[in-house]
């Protein structure tokens, strides 16, 4: 099977902009999650998807946000990027919502200059 | 709420065992521990449910005492490829959906030396 994607891989805006990233998760996993992962707060999560509803949001601005489509893969998108959005922005999908083992893609790095 | 973990770093001999603690405030139903190299993703190790049980996945082994609400990894006689970040992510009691919702630690740096 193959695993989680992320695309682009490597990102650089610039303030202001907005950027969207995309995620296909392993074939049949229904739920995704976004993590946001910086040096000093670690993995950080940002929201959760299943069956193209947003089931749970942790606490980032509403500059984020996110959705799913109808074969489970997810985009998320950051309006307005500050510098500090710069992050290793990891998608994980699941193939239960409950205590399910994430499968985590290669992320996309963002760099916000 | 962010779970704690500790040790923050650890260096290692091959062949040396380490603990790893992951401590949370609030009660929990499960604990999920993961490991990332540099460069890499996330890979999972294991999961353990609320009950006390402990789990093991080659010389890498954890527990989970509900009670008092925390876990520890423990690696027996390490090897160089044991290095790297270990993350424990804690899960919250509570049923439906919308209580999902995975706390990841900050992360415990271990290297391994030969």
């Known amino acids: 099977k193959a695993g989680v994607t992320q695309t682009p891989r490597y990102l650089i805006k610039t303030r202001g902009q907005q950027v969207t990233l995309s995620c296909s998760p392993i074939?049949?996993?229904?739920?995704v999650s976004w993590y946001q992962q910086t040096p000093g707060q670690g993995l950080q999560f940002l929201f959760e998807?299943?069956?193209?509803?947003?089931?749970n949001k942790g606490n980032f601005p509403g500059r984020f946000s996110g959705r799913q489509f109808s074969n489970s893969r997810s985009e998320m998108n950051v309006s307005t990027l500050e510098l500090g959005d710069s992050a290793l922005y990891l998608c994980?999908?699941?193939?239960?919502?409950?205590?399910?083992?994430?499968?985590f893609g290669p992320g996309t790095r963002l760099l916000v200059l | 709420q962010q779970p704690v973990q500790s040790p923050q770093a650890v260096i290692l001999r091959e062949g040396e065992d380490a603990v790893i603690n992951c401590s949370s405030s609030?009660?929990?139903?499960?604990v999920h521990w993961y490991r990332q190299k540099h460069g890499e993703a996330p890979v999972f190790l294991m999961i353990?449910?609320?009950?006390?049980e402990q789990k093991g996945h080659d010389k890498i082994s954890a527990s989970f005492n509900e009670k008092k609400q925390q876990s520890s990894l423990y690696l027996t006689a390490s090897q160089l490829s044991y290095s790297g970040t270990y993350f424990c992510?804690?899960?919250?009691?509570?049923?439906?959906?919308?209580?999902?919702?995975?706390?990841f630690g900050k992360g415990t740096l271990l290297t391994v030396n030969p």
């Open positions: 994980a999908s699941s193939l239960v919502v409950r205590s399910g083992t994430q499968y």
């Open positions: 074939s049949g996993h229904r739920s």
């Open positions: 998807y299943f069956s193209e509803t947003q089931r």
């Open positions: 609030k009660a929990l139903y499960s």
């Open positions: 353990l449910l609320k009950g006390g």
């Open positions: 992510g804690t899960e919250p009691p509570g049923s439906g959906g919308s209580n999902y919702k995975l706390t």
